[in-house]
């Protein structure tokens, strides 16, 4: 079973490097109003950052990746997409079997539904739409209908698969063990002491840069880590374990509170 981050182990084997070009909000017109693209990703891939003209709509029919902002490293999946504005920055992490979705959005007919990215839910009926827009058989008026529901669809989640990277020296001994063994069960006392610092100083410092306490940063990083393996089909008691929980409860627990769903209705889905 692999514990380290996904970005981690790409430094220890061979993956494919993507290189896009970056370009301003609208600077580059185009004829549509939506238009998908798919691809099952043959290799592990790294997307080297990149902005498009367009507002972006990521989400994956199978398997879990990842797009990083600046500091802020949101996990995509088959029900949680990611809106990205046009102009926005980003690179991002897609293993090997990923069904890898995305949609454009024209900034001359779509307006953002925010000013930053944002999680959107992708129900089954959005997933229906959007494919439906892909086939070459759709009329003028019908294609309207379908892009207009689509639009209609689109809203922030409640939920986010949000990690947010704290950058101080201080905290990057912890955000590096972590990252590399999301089972790594160093406590706030012993990294308190390890840094040579009180325990309340290490929480502030992470509240301040992340806007979660300790104990709620590593509970995400793990999650994040633990939908991967869910998505390709690992067993939910390995992965409890595989993430630093002793039992199959506490990591259930600890799931719906960062996701709003159970391990297993994520795996259902």
Same mark, same amino acid.
Do not use: K
């Given at each position: 079973?692999?514990?380290?981050?996904?970005?981690?182990?790409?430094?220890?084997?061979?993956?494919?490097?993507?290189?896009?070009?970056?370009?301003?909000?609208?600077?580059?017109?185009?004829?549509?109003?939506?238009?998908?693209?798919?691809?099952?990703?043959?290799?592990?891939?790294?997307?080297?950052?990149?902005?498009?003209?367009?507002?972006?709509?990521?989400?994956?029919?199978?398997?879990?990746?990842?797009?990083?902002?600046?500091?802020?490293?949101?996990?995509?999946?088959?029900?949680?997409?990611?809106?990205?504005?046009?102009? @926005?920055?980003?690179?991002?992490?897609? $293993? =090997?079997? /990923?069904?890898?979705? !995305? *949609?454009?959005?024209?900034?001359?007919? %779509?307006?953002?539904?925010?000013?930053?990215?944002?999680?959107?839910?992708?129900?089954?009926?959005?997933?229906?739409?959007?494919?439906?827009?892909?086939?070459?058989?759709?009329?003028?008026?019908?294609?309207?209908?379908?892009?207009?529901?689509?639009?209609?669809?689109?809203?922030?989640?409640?939920?986010?698969?949000?990690?947010?990277?704290?950058?101080?020296?201080?905290?990057?001994?912890? @955000?590096?063990?972590?990252?590399?063994? $999301? =089972?790594? /069960?160093?406590?706030? !006392? *012993?990294?308190?002491?390890?840094?040579? %610092?009180?325990?309340?100083?290490?929480?502030?410092?992470?509240?301040?840069?992340?806007?979660?306490?300790?104990?709620?940063?590593?509970?995400?990083?793990?999650?994040?880590?633990?939908?991967?393996?869910?998505?390709?089909?690992?067993?939910?008691?390995?992965?409890?374990?595989?993430?630093?929980?002793?039992?199959?409860?506490?990591?259930?627990?600890?799931?719906?509170?960062?996701?709003?769903?159970?391990?297993?209705?994520?795996?259902?889905?």
């Amino acid at each position: 079973m692999v514990r380290r981050d996904a970005l981690a182990g790409a430094r220890e084997r061979a993956f494919d490097n993507r290189r896009l070009p970056s370009y301003e909000a609208g600077e580059i017109a185009v004829p549509f109003v939506v238009w998908g693209t798919e691809e099952v990703i043959a290799r592990d891939t790294f997307w080297e950052e990149h902005s498009h003209p367009t507002h972006e709509l990521l989400w994956n029919e199978r398997g879990a990746s990842s797009a990083t902002i600046g500091p802020r490293v949101w996990t995509i999946t088959s029900t949680v997409g990611l809106w990205i504005p046009a102009g @926005v920055r980003h690179c991002g992490w897609t $293993p =090997a079997g /990923t069904w890898h979705r !995305a *949609a454009q959005f024209g900034v001359h007919a %779509v307006p953002s539904i925010a000013d930053r990215p944002v999680a959107v839910e992708v129900t089954p009926l959005l997933r229906l739409l959007l494919g439906r827009l892909d086939g070459e058989e759709l009329g003028a008026d019908e294609r309207a209908r379908t892009e207009a529901m689509v639009l209609d669809l689109i809203t922030p989640a409640r939920n986010e698969i949000l990690l947010r990277i704290p950058e101080s020296p201080l905290l990057a001994p912890i @955000v590096s063990a972590v990252l590399e063994d $999301p =089972a790594d /069960t160093t406590t706030l !006392a *012993a990294w308190a002491a390890r840094l040579g %610092v009180s325990g309340r100083t290490v929480t502030r410092a992470f509240r301040a840069e992340t806007g979660l306490g300790f104990s709620r940063w590593v509970a995400t990083a793990r999650v994040r880590h633990a939908i991967t393996l869910l998505a390709h089909g690992e067993d939910i008691e390995e992965v409890a374990a595989c993430v630093g929980y002793h039992s199959v409860s506490a990591f259930g627990t600890a799931f719906r509170r960062i996701t709003g769903t159970s391990p297993g209705r994520f795996r259902a889905r």
